[in-house]
């Protein structure tokens, strides 16, 4: 399921209040699973055909009816 929504949306950053990119932290977590810090982002739908493809896999994995 997590690639299909990758393959789904576009990741972009967040825009400041001038409309600029706001670029992540080049921080990492420490510890046995290093995970990068959070950071604000904006996920964008790809094609309105992409959007009938999250809505058919959320159907398949929860028995959720789209309305």
């Known amino acids: ?3 299909t929504v ?3 949306f576009e990741v972009l950053p967040a825009k400041d209040e001038h409309g600029n ?3 992540p932290p080049k ?6 699973i290093s995970t990068i810090a ?3 982002c904006t996920f964008k739908l790809r094609s309105e ?3 009938r ?3 058919e896999e959320f159907e398949r994995a ?3 009816e789209a309305v």
């Open 21 to 23: 990119g706001i670029l």
């Open 49 to 51: 055909e992409k959007g």
């Open 53 to 55: 493809v999250i809505l």
């Open 1 to 3: 399921m997590a690639a």
């Open 38 to 40: 959070e950071f604000p």
């Open 6 to 8: 990758l393959s789904c």
């Open 62 to 64: 929860e028995g959720f």
């Open 27 to 32: 921080l990492m977590s420490s510890g046995v």
